[in-house]
């Protein structure tokens, strides 16, 4: 059992920062999920911990110990790449078993960690096949199993999904959270896709271009994003944005797009004076507009014109793909809604969740 620290830790190659003075501190047990957009440096701050990588400055320590100068064998983790790596000679069995065999560790002790590790994955039944004769999720089973039986202080896990299909993609995915529980050991887990991250991990740290930029609870990244970048990443489909300016009428503050005009809520009025005459840009998430049809009680409401471009019919829910001037966004409504392509439609948009960020520095302002 085990923390992680990154303290400062800065990567090159050549005049390329991979990663970028990253502090993060990963508690014992957790399950943290690095996400970011393909060469965001997610791995490469992955293989850092991992030792296969050297970092250019600043310091990585496991249960606060530092481990910059240490070998890779000697850092007691273990890693489960996005390819199986497997050896397609030998049995499960040998497959899981070969680290250990190469520690030297007692045979009984190796039959026990792996037949241990096999009856945690449900692939008991499968130890005496060799690779070419499993499924891909069989494959992945059997990578995880070869990395539990190390009984490391922290898994280390590299897109470990991406080769499986989507079906199998969710099956995985529960069950590597399943294993994560009856373990209690520290994950880190690397990926793009922010759904694996939503739906695994304890906290998200989400990268950009080496950087941090934010560090929270799946929850807390969702409803309240630090920046332009978290809130377009983080949700499916993405979060909607609109360039706007602060303006005053009849007293209240709006946020003017030119196409349309919403009003502020009084309690947010305070946090946006400050920006008046300013740009600004507002973000809402297509589940926070509606058909007005169909919108839920008890939430204020600000009604806007688009037409309707393309619905995505999903049988539980309508995605509607609007146009209001050169503004195009989602919208997430009733499956009961008869809007259709080519109507003119009015929706109305939950202006308790309205987002709005500084346009300059891209930084929430709430």
Same mark, same amino acid.
Not at 174 to 192: D, G, M, R
Not at 240 to 262: I, K, Q, Y
Not at 308 to 320: A, C, K, R, S, Y
């Given at each position: ?23 993060? @501190? #990963? ?9 970011? !957009? ?24 496991? &249960? ?5 100068? *240490?070998? %890779? ?5 273990? $890693? #489960? ?9 030998? =049995? ?10 190469? @520690?030297? #560790? ?35 089973? *059997? ?8 009984? /490391? ?36 887990? #690397? ?6 991250? $939503? ?6 740290? *989400?990268?950009?271009?080496? @950087? ?12 309240? %994003? ?18 706007? =300016? ?16 919403? !009003?502020?809520?009084?309690?947010? =009025? ?5 920006? $008046? ?18 919108? %839920? ?32 966004? *989602?919208?997430?409504?009733? /499956?009961?809604?008869?809007? @259709? ?6 929706? &109305? ?9 500084? &346009? ?7």
């Amino acid at each position: 059992m085990a923390s992680v620290t990154y303290e400062h830790v800065t990567k090159k190659f050549g005049d390329t920062v991979a990663v970028d003075d990253l502090d993060i @501190r #990963v508690d014992d047990q957790e399950f943290l999920v690095l996400v970011g !957009p393909s060469g965001c440096g997610k791995t490469t701050a992955l293989r850092c911990l991992a030792g296969l990588e050297e970092i250019t400055s600043g310091r990585i320590m496991i &249960a606060d110990r530092v481990v910059n100068d *240490v070998a %890779p064998k000697d850092r007691d983790i273990a $890693m #489960v790449f996005q390819s199986y790596a497997l050896y397609p000679h030998l =049995s499960v069995f040998d497959n899981m078993a070969f680290g250990l065999k190469l @520690r030297k #560790v007692p045979k009984d002790q190796i039959k026990a960690r792996v037949e241990k590790a096999a009856t945690t994955l449900g692939i008991t039944e499968l130890l005496k096949r060799k690779p070419r004769q499993l499924s891909g999720g069989q494959r992945q089973r *059997v990578a995880v199993g070869r990395a539990i039986v190390r009984e /490391p202080k922290v898994f280390l896990f590299d897109e470990p999904l991406s080769n499986l299909d989507a079906k199998l993609r969710v099956q995985m995915r529960a069950e590597i959270s399943k294993i994560h529980q009856q373990l209690q050991t520290t994950f880190i887990y #690397v990926t793009h896709d922010q759904m694996e991250a $939503m739906t695994m991990a304890t906290r998200i740290a *989400v990268i950009n271009k080496g @950087r941090l930029q934010q560090l929270d609870t799946p929850q807390n990244l969702y409803n309240q %994003p630090a920046n332009l970048f978290v809130a377009g990443f983080i949700g499916s489909p993405a979060m909607n944005f609109f360039s706007a =300016s602060v303006v005053r009428a009849d007293g209240a503050l709006f946020a003017d797009t030119g196409e349309f005009r919403v !009003p502020i809520p009084l309690e947010r =009025s305070k946090n946006l004076e400050p920006y $008046m005459g300013k740009n600004v840009v507002i973000g809402i998430r297509p589940e926070d507009i509606h058909d007005v049809q169909f919108v %839920p009680p008890n939430i204020a409401a600000a009604r806007i014109s688009a037409k309707v471009d393309v619905t995505e019919l999903m049988g539980n829910e309508i995605l509607l793909y609007l146009l209001a001037g050169k503004n195009i966004f *989602v919208a997430r409504v009733d /499956p009961r809604s008869q809007l @259709r392509v080519g109507n003119q439609a009015e929706v &109305a948009l939950n202006m308790e969740k309205l987002h709005v960020f500084d &346009a300059a520095t891209e930084q929430a302002i709430y």
